[in-house]
Nanobody, 113 residues
């Protein structure tokens, strides 16, 4: 089970921090990631991070967002700074365990101009 939190409404230029805690994972989590889906668009990868803390980012968020993880807590974070209206979307956390994808329910992020 994945429980995400931290979404909300923020003005452009503001910051939010998303958290997602994974419970019930018997095996070690490989990749942890955040995706987002804006209205009328497909789901896109925002950032992911491996167990060795190597992170990848979408070009649209590079330099503004930072993904991190706490393996002891099975938790992934997404620090979002300098938010833009185009960052408005439902954000989903994702983890991969033994090659299987698990998804959280999503948390709404709305950035007003």
């Amino acid at each position: 089970q994945l429980q995400a939190s931290g979404g909300g409404l923020v003005q452009a230029g503001g910051s939010l921090r998303l958290s997602c805690a994974a419970s019930g994972m018997i095996f070690s989590i490989n990749t942890m990631a955040w995706y987002r889906q804006a209205p009328g668009k497909g789901r896109e990868l925002v950032a992911d991070i491996g167990r060795g803390d190597v992170a990848n980012y979408a070009d649209s968020v590079l330099g503004r967002f930072t993904i991190s993880r706490d393996n002891a807590k099975n938790t992934v974070y997404l620090q979002m700074n300098s938010l833009k209206p185009e960052d408005t979307a439902v954000y989903y956390c994702n983890v991969v365990v033994l090659g299987i994808d698990y998804w959280g329910e999503g948390t709404q992020v709305t950035v007003s101009s």
